[in-house]
Protein backbone atom coordinates (compact mmCIF):
# COMPACT_ATOMS: atom_id res chain seq x y z
CA UNK A 1 0.00 0.00 0.00
CA UNK A 2 1.24 3.30 -0.90
CA UNK A 3 2.13 5.36 2.50
CA UNK A 4 2.06 8.76 0.77
CA UNK A 5 3.74 10.82 3.47
CA UNK A 6 4.14 14.43 3.72
CA UNK A 7 7.61 14.87 3.00
CA UNK A 8 8.05 18.23 5.49
CA UNK A 9 5.94 17.16 8.04
CA UNK A 10 8.44 16.02 11.19
CA UNK A 11 10.24 19.29 11.36
CA UNK A 12 7.52 21.32 12.14
CA UNK A 13 6.16 18.75 13.89
CA UNK A 14 8.95 17.93 16.07
CA UNK A 15 8.94 21.87 16.97
CA UNK A 16 5.19 21.63 17.95
CA UNK A 17 6.53 18.71 20.65
CA UNK A 18 9.47 20.42 21.90
CA UNK A 19 7.22 23.17 22.85
CA UNK A 20 4.84 20.58 24.65
CA UNK A 21 7.73 19.35 26.39
CA UNK A 22 9.10 22.84 27.02
CA UNK A 23 5.58 23.89 28.63
CA UNK A 24 5.01 20.28 30.74
CA UNK A 25 8.82 20.49 31.84
CA UNK A 26 8.11 24.09 33.00
CA UNK A 27 4.69 23.84 33.96
CA UNK A 28 6.00 20.90 36.30
CA UNK A 29 8.53 23.64 37.78
CA UNK A 30 5.78 25.57 39.16
CA UNK A 31 3.73 22.45 40.77
CA UNK A 32 6.95 21.12 42.44
CA UNK A 33 9.20 24.20 42.75
CA UNK A 34 6.97 27.27 42.73
CA UNK A 35 8.90 28.18 39.91
CA UNK A 36 12.54 28.08 41.23
CA UNK A 37 14.51 25.05 40.25
CA UNK A 38 16.92 24.03 43.13
CA UNK A 39 19.95 23.48 40.42
CA UNK A 40 19.41 25.59 37.46
CA UNK A 41 21.92 23.77 35.56
CA UNK A 42 20.99 20.61 36.16
CA UNK A 43 17.49 20.90 35.01
CA UNK A 44 18.30 22.41 32.35
CA UNK A 45 20.95 19.94 30.86
CA UNK A 46 17.98 17.61 31.84
CA UNK A 47 15.45 19.26 29.99
CA UNK A 48 17.95 19.58 26.49
CA UNK A 49 19.03 15.87 27.33
CA UNK A 50 15.03 15.04 27.60
CA UNK A 51 14.53 17.22 23.96
CA UNK A 52 17.10 15.08 22.51
CA UNK A 53 16.38 11.72 23.56
CA UNK A 54 12.83 12.68 21.98
CA UNK A 55 14.28 13.49 18.57
CA UNK A 56 15.96 10.32 18.76
CA UNK A 57 12.66 8.28 19.18
CA UNK A 58 10.32 10.44 17.25
CA UNK A 59 12.91 10.01 14.24
CA UNK A 60 13.43 6.07 15.02
CA UNK A 61 9.96 5.22 15.57
CA UNK A 62 9.15 7.52 12.40
CA UNK A 63 6.20 9.10 14.25
CA UNK A 64 5.83 11.98 12.54
CA UNK A 65 5.62 9.71 9.13
CA UNK A 66 1.79 10.19 8.91
CA UNK A 67 0.53 7.52 6.12
CA UNK A 68 -2.18 8.21 3.48
CA UNK A 69 -4.88 5.66 4.97
CA UNK A 70 -4.46 6.68 8.77
CA UNK A 71 -5.55 3.78 11.15
CA UNK A 72 -6.14 5.82 14.74
CA UNK A 73 -5.27 2.93 17.04
CA UNK A 74 -1.84 2.43 14.87
CA UNK A 75 -1.49 5.97 15.30
CA UNK A 76 -1.79 6.46 18.70
CA UNK A 77 0.03 3.19 19.71
CA UNK A 78 3.20 4.65 17.88
CA UNK A 79 2.55 7.70 19.95
CA UNK A 80 2.07 5.43 22.99
CA UNK A 81 5.37 3.26 22.39
CA UNK A 82 7.75 6.56 21.56
CA UNK A 83 6.02 7.59 25.10
CA UNK A 84 7.02 4.26 26.76
CA UNK A 85 10.54 4.60 25.79
CA UNK A 86 10.83 7.76 26.81
CA UNK A 87 9.92 7.34 29.87
CA UNK A 88 12.03 4.30 30.39
CA UNK A 89 15.31 5.68 29.01
CA UNK A 90 14.94 8.91 30.98
CA UNK A 91 14.30 7.04 33.91
CA UNK A 92 17.08 4.58 34.24
CA UNK A 93 19.62 7.90 33.05
CA UNK A 94 18.16 9.85 35.82
CA UNK A 95 18.66 7.05 38.48
CA UNK A 96 21.89 5.54 37.00
CA UNK A 97 23.50 9.08 36.74
CA UNK A 98 21.88 11.72 39.31
CA UNK A 99 20.22 9.15 41.88
CA UNK A 100 18.45 11.65 44.88
CA UNK A 101 19.23 14.91 43.02
CA UNK A 102 16.76 14.76 40.52
CA UNK A 103 12.90 15.05 42.02
CA UNK A 104 10.86 12.08 41.39
CA UNK A 105 7.56 13.86 41.67
CA UNK A 106 9.00 16.17 39.00
CA UNK A 107 9.94 13.90 36.61
CA UNK A 108 6.44 12.08 37.18
CA UNK A 109 4.47 15.22 36.47
CA UNK A 110 6.40 16.25 33.35
CA UNK A 111 6.22 12.38 31.73
CA UNK A 112 2.02 13.07 32.74
CA UNK A 113 1.63 16.46 31.33
CA UNK A 114 3.68 16.03 28.31
CA UNK A 115 1.82 12.76 27.87
CA UNK A 116 -1.52 14.18 27.54
CA UNK A 117 -0.61 17.13 25.42
CA UNK A 118 1.51 14.88 23.12
CA UNK A 119 -1.81 12.76 22.87
CA UNK A 120 -3.95 15.68 21.93
CA UNK A 121 -1.51 16.98 19.22
CA UNK A 122 -1.46 13.56 17.44
CA UNK A 123 -5.59 13.28 17.74
CA UNK A 124 -5.64 16.93 16.28
CA UNK A 125 -2.82 16.18 13.01
CA UNK A 126 -5.10 13.01 12.23
CA UNK A 127 -8.08 14.91 12.32
CA UNK A 128 -6.51 17.79 10.42
CA UNK A 129 -4.78 15.90 7.85
CA UNK A 130 -8.26 13.65 7.35
CA UNK A 131 -10.24 17.04 6.54
CA UNK A 132 -7.35 18.82 4.27
CA UNK A 133 -7.79 15.73 2.46
CA UNK A 134 -11.64 15.44 2.29
CA UNK A 135 -10.87 18.94 1.15
CA UNK A 136 -9.46 17.68 -2.26
CA UNK A 137 -5.99 19.19 -1.12
CA UNK A 138 -2.59 16.48 -0.63
CA UNK A 139 -4.60 14.53 -3.68
CA UNK A 140 -3.22 11.59 -5.73
CA UNK A 141 -4.97 11.11 -9.50
CA UNK A 142 -4.81 7.32 -9.79
CA UNK A 143 -5.37 5.51 -12.50
CA UNK A 144 -6.50 1.77 -12.50
CA UNK A 145 -4.57 -1.41 -15.05
CA UNK A 146 -6.64 -4.88 -14.62
CA UNK A 147 -9.52 -5.55 -12.86
CA UNK A 148 -10.35 -8.61 -10.74
CA UNK A 149 -11.84 -8.47 -7.08
CA UNK A 150 -8.32 -7.26 -5.75
CA UNK A 151 -8.63 -4.13 -7.31
CA UNK A 152 -12.22 -3.93 -7.13
CA UNK A 153 -11.61 -4.07 -3.50
CA UNK A 154 -9.26 -1.28 -3.29
CA UNK A 155 -10.96 0.97 -5.02
CA UNK A 156 -14.36 1.02 -2.69
CA UNK A 157 -12.02 0.90 0.81
CA UNK A 158 -9.64 3.22 -0.18
CA UNK A 159 -9.03 5.09 -3.74
CA UNK A 160 -12.87 6.24 -3.28
CA UNK A 161 -12.41 6.80 0.59
CA UNK A 162 -12.42 11.29 0.43
CA UNK A 163 -10.14 11.39 3.43
CA UNK A 164 -7.74 8.70 2.34
CA UNK A 165 -6.64 11.53 -0.56
CA UNK A 166 -6.90 9.66 -3.67
CA UNK A 167 -8.86 10.57 -6.75
CA UNK A 168 -9.63 7.28 -9.24
CA UNK A 169 -9.13 9.19 -12.48
CA UNK A 170 -9.55 6.39 -14.84
CA UNK A 171 -10.03 2.25 -15.29
CA UNK A 172 -8.24 0.12 -18.22
CA UNK A 173 -9.28 -3.23 -18.66
CA UNK A 174 -9.96 -6.27 -20.72
CA UNK A 175 -12.16 -7.68 -18.02
CA UNK A 176 -15.50 -6.57 -17.64
CA UNK A 177 -15.94 -3.55 -15.31
CA UNK A 178 -19.18 -3.43 -12.92
CA UNK A 179 -21.89 -1.25 -13.97
CA UNK A 180 -21.23 1.21 -10.44
CA UNK A 181 -17.32 1.82 -12.13
CA UNK A 182 -18.02 2.49 -15.82
CA UNK A 183 -17.83 6.47 -15.35
CA UNK A 184 -14.21 5.21 -14.94
CA UNK A 185 -13.49 3.06 -17.40
CA UNK A 186 -11.54 4.40 -20.31
CA UNK A 187 -11.26 1.43 -22.58
CA UNK A 188 -8.72 -1.98 -23.05
CA UNK A 189 -5.67 -2.54 -21.45
CA UNK A 190 -3.49 -1.86 -24.21
CA UNK A 191 -5.26 1.70 -24.72
CA UNK A 192 -3.72 3.06 -21.55
CA UNK A 193 -0.40 4.40 -22.95
CA UNK A 194 -1.72 6.13 -25.69
CA UNK A 195 -4.25 8.03 -23.17
CA UNK A 196 -1.12 8.51 -20.69
CA UNK A 197 0.26 10.68 -23.82
CA UNK A 198 -2.27 12.64 -23.68
CA UNK A 199 -3.32 13.25 -19.83
CA UNK A 200 -0.65 14.81 -17.56
CA UNK A 201 -2.47 14.90 -14.69
CA UNK A 202 -1.66 11.52 -12.79
CA UNK A 203 0.48 10.75 -10.12
CA UNK A 204 -0.23 6.98 -9.51
CA UNK A 205 -0.77 3.79 -11.25
CA UNK A 206 -2.46 0.75 -9.78
CA UNK A 207 -1.79 -2.66 -11.99
CA UNK A 208 -3.57 -5.65 -11.01
CA UNK A 209 -2.52 -8.43 -13.77
CA UNK A 210 -2.16 -12.10 -13.83
CA UNK A 211 1.82 -12.78 -13.91
CA UNK A 212 1.98 -14.41 -17.34
CA UNK A 213 1.71 -10.94 -18.40
CA UNK A 214 4.85 -9.98 -16.69
CA UNK A 215 6.25 -8.61 -19.55
CA UNK A 216 3.24 -5.78 -20.40
CA UNK A 217 3.65 -5.32 -16.90
CA UNK A 218 7.07 -4.26 -17.46
CA UNK A 219 6.65 -1.95 -20.51
CA UNK A 220 4.22 -0.39 -17.89
CA UNK A 221 6.70 -0.03 -15.34
CA UNK A 222 9.21 1.66 -18.10
CA UNK A 223 6.51 4.26 -19.37
CA UNK A 224 5.44 5.36 -16.01
CA UNK A 225 8.81 5.88 -14.48
CA UNK A 226 9.83 7.94 -17.82
CA UNK A 227 6.66 10.10 -17.00
CA UNK A 228 7.23 10.80 -13.10
CA UNK A 229 4.14 8.43 -12.22
CA UNK A 230 4.75 6.23 -9.25
CA UNK A 231 3.46 2.41 -9.50
CA UNK A 232 2.20 -0.21 -7.02
CA UNK A 233 2.07 -3.68 -7.95
CA UNK A 234 -0.97 -5.95 -6.58
CA UNK A 235 0.97 -9.21 -6.31
CA UNK A 236 -1.27 -12.23 -7.80
CA UNK A 237 -0.59 -14.82 -5.87
CA UNK A 238 -4.45 -16.36 -5.12
CA UNK A 239 -3.23 -19.21 -6.74
CA UNK A 240 -1.29 -20.82 -3.94
CA UNK A 241 -1.45 -18.41 -0.99
CA UNK A 242 -4.76 -17.96 1.10
CA UNK A 243 -3.59 -15.95 3.92
CA UNK A 244 -1.73 -12.32 4.35
CA UNK A 245 1.57 -11.82 4.13
CA UNK A 246 4.47 -8.89 3.64
CA UNK A 247 7.20 -8.49 1.41
CA UNK A 248 11.10 -8.14 2.78
CA UNK A 249 14.66 -8.95 1.83
CA UNK A 250 17.08 -10.92 2.76
CA UNK A 251 20.58 -9.72 1.63
CA UNK A 252 18.85 -7.84 -1.47
CA UNK A 253 16.40 -11.57 -2.16
CA UNK A 254 13.11 -9.94 -2.53
CA UNK A 255 10.83 -12.88 -0.11
CA UNK A 256 7.34 -13.05 1.21
CA UNK A 257 6.59 -13.12 4.86
CA UNK A 258 3.66 -15.08 5.29
CA UNK A 259 2.54 -12.89 8.29
CA UNK A 260 3.16 -9.51 10.00
CA UNK A 261 4.19 -9.78 13.06
CA UNK A 262 4.68 -6.62 14.83
CA UNK A 263 6.27 -8.12 18.08
CA UNK A 264 9.32 -9.61 15.87
CA UNK A 265 10.30 -5.83 16.50
CA UNK A 266 12.75 -5.53 19.62
CA UNK A 267 11.48 -2.10 20.91
CA UNK A 268 8.06 -3.52 20.31
CA UNK A 269 8.95 -6.43 22.78
CA UNK A 270 10.91 -4.18 24.98
CA UNK A 271 7.59 -1.70 24.68
CA UNK A 272 5.68 -4.66 25.77
CA UNK A 273 8.08 -6.34 28.67
CA UNK A 274 8.40 -2.63 30.30
CA UNK A 275 4.29 -2.69 30.60
CA UNK A 276 3.48 -5.66 31.55
CA UNK A 277 6.12 -5.61 34.36
CA UNK A 278 4.97 -2.52 35.87
CA UNK A 279 0.93 -3.68 35.56
CA UNK A 280 2.04 -7.17 37.59
CA UNK A 281 3.96 -5.29 39.73
CA UNK A 282 1.20 -2.77 40.73
CA UNK A 283 -1.20 -5.96 40.92
CA UNK A 284 0.75 -7.78 42.91
CA UNK A 285 1.43 -4.85 45.35
CA UNK A 286 -1.77 -3.09 45.20
CA UNK A 287 -4.03 -5.89 45.36
CA UNK A 288 -2.01 -8.96 46.00
CA UNK A 289 -0.86 -7.98 49.56
CA UNK A 290 -4.53 -7.78 50.83
CA UNK A 291 -6.59 -10.31 48.75
CA UNK A 292 -4.16 -13.47 48.12
CA UNK A 293 -3.89 -13.85 51.79
CA UNK A 294 -7.58 -13.85 51.91
CA UNK A 295 -8.55 -15.99 49.48
CA UNK A 296 -6.02 -18.57 50.70
CA UNK A 297 -7.31 -18.49 53.50
CA UNK A 298 -10.94 -19.39 52.06
CA UNK A 299 -9.78 -21.95 49.91
CA UNK A 300 -8.16 -23.67 52.75
CA UNK A 301 -11.45 -23.04 55.13
CA UNK A 302 -13.33 -24.80 52.03
CA UNK A 303 -11.45 -27.89 51.11
CA UNK A 304 -8.12 -29.96 51.63
CA UNK A 305 -5.11 -29.43 49.54
CA UNK A 306 -2.82 -26.71 48.64
CA UNK A 307 -3.83 -22.83 48.13
CA UNK A 308 -2.03 -22.60 44.45
CA UNK A 309 -2.20 -25.14 41.92
CA UNK A 310 0.69 -24.80 39.79
CA UNK A 311 0.52 -26.88 36.31
CA UNK A 312 3.15 -27.53 33.22
CA UNK A 313 1.77 -25.13 30.09
CA UNK A 314 3.03 -24.60 26.64
CA UNK A 315 4.94 -21.09 26.75
CA UNK A 316 6.18 -19.16 24.07
CA UNK A 317 7.98 -21.33 21.05
CA UNK A 318 6.37 -24.29 22.73
CA UNK A 319 8.64 -23.93 25.71
CA UNK A 320 7.18 -25.94 29.04
CA UNK A 321 6.79 -23.39 31.64
CA UNK A 322 5.13 -23.95 35.54
CA UNK A 323 1.51 -21.91 35.16
CA UNK A 324 0.25 -20.57 38.29
CA UNK A 325 -3.36 -20.28 39.84
CA UNK A 326 -5.81 -20.48 42.59
CA UNK A 327 -6.92 -23.83 43.48
CA UNK A 328 -10.42 -24.10 42.06
CA UNK A 329 -11.05 -28.14 42.37
CA UNK A 330 -10.69 -30.50 44.85
CA UNK A 331 -6.79 -32.51 43.93
CA UNK A 332 -7.82 -35.25 41.57
CA UNK A 333 -5.08 -37.36 38.80
CA UNK A 334 -6.99 -36.13 36.05
CA UNK A 335 -5.96 -32.11 36.49
CA UNK A 336 -3.44 -32.68 34.06
CA UNK A 337 -5.26 -34.22 30.89
CA UNK A 338 -8.64 -33.23 31.54
CA UNK A 339 -10.00 -29.64 31.14
CA UNK A 340 -12.87 -28.40 33.48
CA UNK A 341 -16.54 -29.27 31.79
CA UNK A 342 -19.79 -27.45 33.02
CA UNK A 343 -21.47 -28.19 36.56
CA UNK A 344 -17.80 -30.12 37.01
CA UNK A 345 -18.04 -32.32 40.19
CA UNK A 346 -14.42 -31.29 40.87
CA UNK A 347 -14.99 -28.17 40.94
CA UNK A 348 -15.16 -26.52 44.73
CA UNK A 349 -17.95 -24.21 45.78
CA UNK A 350 -15.87 -21.44 46.19
CA UNK A 351 -14.16 -22.64 42.91
CA UNK A 352 -17.15 -22.33 41.13
CA UNK A 353 -17.16 -18.47 42.47
CA UNK A 354 -13.31 -18.21 41.72
CA UNK A 355 -13.68 -19.25 38.20
CA UNK A 356 -17.22 -16.93 37.49
CA UNK A 357 -14.74 -14.00 38.68
CA UNK A 358 -11.31 -15.05 36.90
CA UNK A 359 -9.84 -14.47 40.41
CA UNK A 360 -8.39 -17.95 40.30
CA UNK A 361 -5.96 -16.67 37.82
CA UNK A 362 -4.61 -13.84 40.12
CA UNK A 363 -1.45 -15.75 40.61
CA UNK A 364 -0.65 -15.95 37.01
CA UNK A 365 0.58 -11.75 37.67
CA UNK A 366 3.77 -13.71 39.27
CA UNK A 367 4.26 -15.65 35.62
CA UNK A 368 4.36 -11.90 33.94
CA UNK A 369 6.19 -10.82 36.80
CA UNK A 370 9.07 -12.98 36.14
CA UNK A 371 8.76 -13.33 32.13
CA UNK A 372 7.25 -16.44 30.95
CA UNK A 373 3.44 -14.99 30.38
CA UNK A 374 2.19 -11.66 29.65
CA UNK A 375 -0.98 -10.01 30.65
CA UNK A 376 -2.49 -10.31 27.06
CA UNK A 377 -1.43 -12.88 24.46
CA UNK A 378 -3.13 -16.35 23.70
CA UNK A 379 -4.31 -18.04 26.71
CA UNK A 380 -1.64 -21.17 27.60
CA UNK A 381 -2.50 -24.65 26.87
CA UNK A 382 -1.87 -28.26 28.78
CA UNK A 383 1.04 -29.94 27.39
CA UNK A 384 -1.33 -33.13 26.08
CA UNK A 385 -3.92 -30.63 24.86
CA UNK A 386 -0.81 -28.48 22.60
CA UNK A 387 0.22 -31.82 21.33
CA UNK A 388 -3.16 -33.11 20.31
CA UNK A 389 -4.35 -30.11 18.72
CA UNK A 390 -1.37 -29.42 16.66
CA UNK A 391 -2.34 -32.26 15.08
CA UNK A 392 -6.07 -31.60 14.26
CA UNK A 393 -6.69 -27.51 14.03
CA UNK A 394 -4.38 -25.88 11.09
CA UNK A 395 -1.92 -23.08 12.47
CA UNK A 396 -2.75 -23.82 16.00
CA UNK A 397 1.57 -24.04 16.74
CA UNK A 398 1.33 -20.32 15.30
CA UNK A 399 -0.32 -19.35 18.78
CA UNK A 400 3.72 -20.01 20.40
CA UNK A 401 5.17 -17.38 18.50
CA UNK A 402 4.27 -14.97 21.30
CA UNK A 403 3.99 -15.15 24.97
CA UNK A 404 0.90 -16.70 26.25
CA UNK A 405 -1.51 -14.13 28.09
CA UNK A 406 -3.88 -13.87 31.58
CA UNK A 407 -6.12 -12.43 29.08
CA UNK A 408 -6.56 -12.72 25.31
CA UNK A 409 -8.40 -11.42 22.09
CA UNK A 410 -9.74 -14.93 21.66
CA UNK A 411 -11.32 -14.56 25.03
CA UNK A 412 -13.34 -11.34 24.75
CA UNK A 413 -14.98 -12.21 21.43
CA UNK A 414 -16.33 -15.25 22.64
CA UNK A 415 -13.78 -18.20 22.88
CA UNK A 416 -13.68 -18.24 26.53
CA UNK A 417 -13.62 -21.36 28.49
CA UNK A 418 -14.23 -25.32 27.78
CA UNK A 419 -13.38 -26.25 23.66
CA UNK A 420 -16.08 -28.71 23.66
CA UNK A 421 -15.36 -29.30 19.66
CA UNK A 422 -12.11 -29.09 17.08
CA UNK A 423 -13.98 -25.93 15.38
CA UNK A 424 -14.18 -24.34 18.74
CA UNK A 425 -10.31 -24.82 18.69
CA UNK A 426 -10.20 -23.43 15.48
CA UNK A 427 -12.27 -20.01 16.64
CA UNK A 428 -9.77 -19.54 19.28
CA UNK A 429 -6.58 -20.19 17.22
CA UNK A 430 -7.76 -18.11 14.54
CA UNK A 431 -8.41 -15.06 17.11
CA UNK A 432 -4.90 -15.63 18.63
CA UNK A 433 -3.25 -15.23 15.41
CA UNK A 434 -5.64 -12.08 14.54
CA UNK A 435 -3.92 -10.78 17.35
CA UNK A 436 -0.36 -11.53 16.97
CA UNK A 437 -0.60 -10.21 13.08
CA UNK A 438 -2.41 -6.76 14.63
CA UNK A 439 -0.26 -6.24 17.96
CA UNK A 440 -0.01 -2.90 19.56
CA UNK A 441 -0.45 -1.71 22.52
CA UNK A 442 -3.91 0.38 22.24
CA UNK A 443 -5.29 -3.25 21.36
CA UNK A 444 -3.65 -4.55 24.50
CA UNK A 445 -5.74 -1.62 26.58
CA UNK A 446 -8.75 -2.48 24.43
CA UNK A 447 -8.49 -6.32 25.61
CA UNK A 448 -7.89 -5.43 29.20
CA UNK A 449 -11.06 -2.95 29.44
CA UNK A 450 -13.13 -5.54 28.04
CA UNK A 451 -11.76 -8.35 29.79
CA UNK A 452 -12.96 -6.02 33.44
CA UNK A 453 -16.08 -5.12 31.93
CA UNK A 454 -17.29 -8.70 30.74
CA UNK A 455 -16.02 -10.44 34.34
CA UNK A 456 -17.93 -7.29 36.31
CA UNK A 457 -20.67 -6.44 34.23
CA UNK A 458 -21.50 -9.60 31.62
CA UNK A 459 -22.14 -13.15 32.77
CA UNK A 460 -20.10 -15.61 30.59
CA UNK A 461 -22.15 -18.81 30.44
CA UNK A 462 -18.25 -19.97 29.09
CA UNK A 463 -17.11 -19.35 32.51
CA UNK A 464 -17.02 -22.07 35.01
Known amino acids: MPKGRIKYLPIPAFFIDGLLFFVSFFTANYIVFDGVFPEIILYRSIFLFGLLLWLGITFRLKMYDIPRIIYTDKVVSKSLHGLTLFTLIGATFLYLLIEYKFSRDFFIITILLFGVMHAIFQILLMYVFKRYRKRGHNIRKVIVLGFDSKIEKLIKSVLMVPENGYELHSIFSDNEVPESLQTFYKGKESELIPYLDKSKEVNALFISLPPEKSAIINKYISYADNHLIRVY ?4 FSEYLFQHFRMTYINKVATLYLRAEPL ?119 LVHTESYRKSVQKFMVRHFVKPGITGWAQVTGFRGETKTVQDMKNRAQADIWYIENWNLILDVKILFLTIWQVVFKKDSNAF
Open 233 to 236: ILPN
Open 264 to 382: ESLTSRMTKRACDFVFSLLVLIGIGVWLYPLLAIIIKLNSKGPVLFSQMRSGKDDKPFKCYKFRSMTVNTESDSLQATKNDSRVTSIGRILRKTSLDELPQFYNVLIGNMSVVGPRPHM
